[in-house]
Nanobody
Framework: QLQLVESGGGLVQPGGSLRLSCTASGATLDDYAIGWFRQAPGKEREGISCIASGGWTDYADSVKGRFTISRDNAKNTVTLQMNNLSPEDTAVYYC????????????????WGQGTQVTVSS
């Protein structure tokens, strides 16, 4: 059974950077498409980036040019590099995996991590 754990969240000042990691156990992550999602208080869960098993990537307009998703298959990890963060990026960030589907819709993913809090504040 695939299990996902997010890490790397925390408090950062506006304009700063964070690097989130999604580490898998129980299966080889390079067989799966991975999505990153976030949910701010009172808002719906938003798909922000995804990477297919073959390496194709997609980004939401809200993060395009600031966030970069990548795989490290040797570490069974997918990372999300987040630059030029703003208070609007404050949310709980989740990674999700699916062996068949990829995209920015949460409904496409069967496996989810517990989330990591990202707070952007001065």
């Amino acid at each position: 059974q695939l299990q996902l754990v997010e890490s790397g969240g925390g408090l950062v000042q506006p304009g700063g950077s964070l690097r989130l990691s999604c580490t898998a156990s129980g299966a080889t992550l390079d067989d799966y498409a991975i999505g990153w999602f976030r949910q701010a208080p009172g808002k719906e869960r938003e798909g922000i980036s995804c990477i297919a098993s073959g390496g194709w990537t997609d980004y939401a307009d809200s993060v395009k040019g600031r966030f970069t998703i990548s795989r490290d298959n040797a570490k069974n990890t997918v990372t999300l590099q987040m630059n030029n963060l703003s208070p609007e990026d404050t949310a709980v960030y989740y990674c999700a995996a699916d062996i068949w589907r990829v995209g920015l819709s949460a409904a496409r993913y069967d496996y989810w991590g517990q989330g990591t809090q990202v707070t952007v504040s001065s």
